[in-house]
């Protein structure tokens, strides 16, 4: 049996899960592929940056993830024991609640990845993505039509055959999308093997004041890192992870908790071993994040190690961006120039953080906030959050103003359509005309219109990720003109009229060139799958 969805996404982690919601959520029809039996069984990464919990804000799930999260501070804290009466508090990289709430209506928070995957599995679903675990891709291949991909039930054996019009790498560091498209990586350097160990204790008879995300301790029989994985409900899940340990050197049950022991101050601790694991902290960059209608995204395009805590959210960043630009262009709502806008947006900032994660001790201009909410893509520039300014490229501020009568930000009107933001009617009208959305924004004290700069009668064109796609400071004689260029422009459409575009809504797959499954002998062989 063939399927024929728009996109296929191979990986059904954090960034193939927030490919395939962008995408469904903006009409698309996706198929998630995953080799694995469920989604992760290991707690992995867990902090969430501010940015990351607006996107899952506009998805609805913001809730559902903070109740999962564990009751810490984003913040470590290093000392020789857990019971150390002298613990130093350091940071890393996140902002407290109220610093990021001067800029944001929502605030980091620290969800273990085997809380986060299955809320967001959950938001798939109900956005209509078809979701298949035990699933494998085994051939690929692609063209300017799309592509075709063998995967195999790796329960029953069962093949299947999928053409989609884009096919989606979300399968990480060893990715079998990027073999299978011959796209090389380059090392970038990393820390080191390491080994971590999953546990249940309580505590709290050694902490003292705030838990901390991470705890660094020195103990001579017990250095390492402690990580916070429990969650709101039940904070007593823990990892304890040394560094310079080798696959063939992993410790013992015994080993474990002597260490833990040592490294709690705790003689007498009893923890309950969940699991250990063995793993290497090194970063990599693919020489190439997309080939024609196949992409990348997370780990697959950019491996990244924990340092300033980056990998999982730069992964739903790339899965945001990139999920709605696949969803319009095979609507045929959007052209080559905004798939090509992925590569050109998101591969700079991926590079950027694989390259920070090897830098242990270091500080950088875009660790916290300025990286996560500051970056501009029209040229990767770093703005200070508090001075953004509905600059092309920009993340479109965040401002409290009142739509029918109800207190919203603005980043809660940007999902699901682009959006202009104006006071004047001229332009109101011409949004009408082109198929744009235009709200009327109740906004007494005048914050919006310093914020977008909208003082002289000007609009802010913003897409539905959130960033400002252009601006125009004045009234125009022609808006109707001036508006549907800057949408056709947008949205890769050239000089056609957006207007046409905008109300398009392509039922089934895009067009193909291709009739024929390449993997019949005579259309040559498939691209084998290592």
């Given at each position: 049996?063939?399927?024929?969805?728009?996109?296929?996404?191979?990986?059904?982690?954090?960034?193939?899960?927030?490919?395939?919601?962008?995408?469904?959520?903006?009409?698309?029809?996706?198929?998630?592929?995953?080799?694995?039996?469920?989604?992760?069984?290991?707690?992995?990464?867990?902090?969430?940056?501010?940015?990351?919990?607006?996107?899952?804000?506009?998805?609805?799930?913001?809730?559902?993830?903070?109740?999962?999260?564990?009751?810490?501070?984003?913040?470590?804290?290093?000392?020789?024991?857990?019971?150390?009466?002298?613990?130093?508090?350091?940071?890393?990289?996140?902002?407290?609640?109220?610093?990021?709430?001067?800029?944001?209506?929502?605030?980091?928070?620290?969800?273990?990845?085997?809380?986060?995957?299955?809320?967001?599995?959950?938001?798939?679903?109900?956005?209509?993505?078809?979701?298949?675990?035990?699933?494998?891709?085994?051939?690929?291949?692609?063209?300017?039509?799309?592509?075709?991909?063998?995967?195999?039930?790796?329960?029953?054996?069962?093949?299947?055959?999928?053409?989609?019009?884009?096919?989606?790498?979300?399968?990480?560091?060893?990715?079998?999308?990027?073999?299978?498209?011959?796209?090389?990586?380059?090392?970038?350097?990393?820390?080191?093997?390491?080994?971590?160990?999953?546990?249940?204790?309580?505590?709290?008879?050694?902490?003292?004041?705030?838990?901390?995300?991470?705890?660094?301790?020195?103990?001579?029989?017990?250095?390492?890192?402690?990580?916070?994985?429990?969650?709101?409900?039940?904070?007593?899940?823990?990892?304890?992870?040394?560094?310079?340990?080798?696959?063939?050197?992993?410790?013992?049950?015994?080993?474990?908790?002597?260490?833990?022991?040592?490294?709690?101050?705790?003689?007498?601790?009893?923890?309950?071993?969940l699991g250990t694991a063995a793993f290497d902290l090194a970063a990599e960059l693919a020489s190439a994040s997309r080939a024609g209608a196949a992409f990348?995204?997370?780990?697959?395009?950019?491996?990244?190690?924990?340092?300033?805590?980056?990998?999982?959210?730069?992964?739903?960043?790339?899965?945001?961006?990139?999920?709605?630009?696949?969803?319009?262009?095979?609507?045929?709502?959007?052209?080559?120039?905004?798939?090509?806008?992925?590569?050109?947006?998101?591969?700079?900032?991926?590079?950027?953080?694989?390259?920070?994660?090897?830098?242990?001790?270091?500080?950088?201009?875009?660790?916290?906030?300025?990286?996560?909410?500051?970056?501009?893509?029209?040229?990767?520039?770093?703005?200070?959050?508090?001075?953004?300014?509905?600059?092309?490229?920009?993340?479109?501020?965040?401002?409290?103003?009142?739509?029918?009568?109800?207190?919203?930000?603005?980043?809660?009107?940007?999902?699901?359509?682009?959006?202009?933001?104006?006071?004047?009617?001229?332009?109101?009208?011409?949004?009408?005309?082109?198929?744009?959305?235009?709200?009327?924004?109740?906004?007494?004290?005048?914050?919006?219109?310093?914020?977008?700069?909208?003082?002289?009668?000007?609009?802010?064109?913003?897409?539905?990720?959130?960033?400002?796609?252009?601006?125009?400071?004045?009234?125009?004689?022609?808006?109707?003109?001036?508006?549907?260029?800057?949408?056709?422009?947008?949205?890769?459409?050239?000089?056609?009229?957006?207007?046409?575009?905008?109300?398009?809504?392509?039922?089934?797959?895009?067009?193909?060139?291709?009739?024929?499954?390449?993997?019949?002998?005579?259309?040559?062989?498939?691209?084998?799958?290592?």
């Amino acid at each position: 049996m063939e399927h024929t969805p728009h996109v296929l996404v191979v990986g059904a982690g954090p960034a193939g899960l927030a490919t395939a919601i962008s995408a469904a959520r903006h009409g698309a029809q996706v198929l998630v592929v995953e080799r694995h039996r469920s989604t992760s069984i290991h707690p992995r990464a867990s902090g969430l940056s501010t940015r990351t919990m607006e996107i899952f804000r506009a998805w609805g799930v913001a809730d559902a993830v903070r109740a999962a999260s564990s009751t810490v501070i984003a913040r470590s804290a290093t000392g020789v024991t857990l019971a150390d009466g002298e613990l130093t508090e350091g940071t890393l990289g996140f902002p407290f609640p109220r610093e990021a709430l001067a800029v944001s209506p929502t605030y980091p928070a620290c969800c273990a990845q085997d809380h986060l995957e299955p809320i967001l599995l959950e938001a798939a679903r109900a956005a209509g993505v078809e979701v298949r675990f035990d699933t494998e891709l085994t051939d690929l291949a692609v063209d300017d039509g799309g592509a075709w991909a063998r995967v195999q039930d790796t329960v029953t054996g069962a093949p299947d055959t999928v053409r989609s019009r884009f096919v989606v790498g979300a399968d990480g560091p060893r990715s079998r999308v990027r073999t299978a498209l011959g796209i090389a990586t380059e090392p970038l350097g990393g820390l080191g093997p390491a080994a971590q160990v999953l546990f249940r204790a309580d505590l709290s008879g050694v902490l003292r004041g705030p838990r901390h995300a991470l705890y660094w301790l020195t103990h001579p029989e017990g250095t390492g890192l402690l990580i916070a994985f429990g969650t709101a409900a039940g904070t007593d899940r823990w990892g304890f992870a040394r560094l310079g340990v080798s696959p063939d050197a992993v410790p013992t049950d015994a080993e474990w908790v002597a260490m833990l022991r040592a490294a709690t101050g705790v003689p007498d601790l009893e923890p309950e071993l969940l699991g250990t694991a063995a793993f290497d902290l090194a970063a990599e960059l693919a020489s190439a994040s997309r080939a024609g209608a196949a992409f990348l995204v997370g780990d697959a395009a950019h491996r990244m190690t924990p340092i300033a805590a980056v990998g999982l959210n730069t992964a739903v960043h790339d899965g945001h961006d990139l999920g709605w630009k696949l969803a319009w262009a095979a609507r045929g709502r959007a052209g080559e120039g905004l798939l090509a806008s992925y590569v050109s947006e998101r591969r700079p900032v991926g590079e950027r953080n694989a390259r920070r994660s090897v830098r242990a001790g270091e500080t950088d201009p875009a660790d916290g906030m300025v990286g996560d909410l500051g970056t501009r893509y029209a040229d990767h520039a770093l703005v200070d959050p508090s001075r953004l300014s509905a600059a092309p490229g920009e993340r479109a501020p965040h401002v409290w103003v009142h739509v029918d009568g109800r207190r919203r930000s603005t980043l809660d009107l940007w999902d699901g359509r682009l959006t202009l933001v104006t006071a004047e009617e001229s332009w109101r009208r011409a949004a009408a005309a082109v198929g744009v959305d235009a709200p009327h924004l109740d906004d007494p004290d005048g914050r919006l219109a310093r914020r977008y700069r909208l003082e002289g009668g000007g609009a802010v064109l913003v897409r539905p990720d959130g960033h400002v796609a252009w601006r125009h400071d004045a009234v125009d004689p022609d808006p109707v003109t001036a508006l549907d260029a800057a949408v056709a422009g947008t949205l890769g459409l050239g000089s056609g009229p957006a207007a046409n575009a905008l109300s398009a809504c392509s039922p089934g797959l895009a067009a193909s060139t291709r009739t024929n499954s390449p993997f019949v002998p005579s259309e040559g062989e498939p691209v084998p799958v290592a």
